[in-house]
């Protein structure tokens, strides 16, 4: 059974940093897209950053209001995707959530929620200025 787990949120002053991390158990396929995506009240759930690789290559994406603030990267050999969050901004306050899925989705599908199956429970991230 996969199992999600994400860590890492709290509590930031606008500018500050957080970085995220999102472990996965019990999934072994060595095609996987990883996903980071993050939900405010009151909003739809938007995906953030997604990191698709295989034992050759990595491919990342990432919506247009964190880029070159935020990057994905994963530890392969410890199955955990992380988040890093600098520049943080109010509008990044949101309940971030990782997601997993095994096979390879091109960009403009890695971040599309219905592409995903495996959910982890979700970490707060609050920005105040």
């Known amino acids: 059974q996969v199992k999600l787990v994400e860590s890492g949120g709290g509590s930031v002053q606008a500018g500050g940093s957080l970085r995220l991390s999102c472990a996965a158990s019990?999934?072994?396929?060595?095609?996987?897209?990883w996903a980071w995506f993050r939900q405010a009240p009151g909003k739809e759930r938007e995906g953030v950053a997604s990191?698709?690789?295989?034992?050759?290559?990595?491919?990342?994406t990432y919506i247009d209001s964190v880029k070159g603030r935020f990057e994905i990267s994963q530890d392969r050999a410890k199955n955990t995707v992380y988040l890093e969050m600098t520049d943080l901004k109010d509008e990044d306050t949101a309940t971030y959530f990782c997601a997993i899925s095994s096979g390879w989705l091109v960009s403009k599908e890695a971040l599309k929620a219905y592409r995903y199956n495996k959910w982890g429970e979700g970490t707060q991230v609050t920005v105040s200025t």
């Open positions: 990191l698709v690789a295989n034992s050759d290559d990595t491919e990342t």
């Open positions: 019990g999934f072994t396929s060595r095609t996987r897209s």
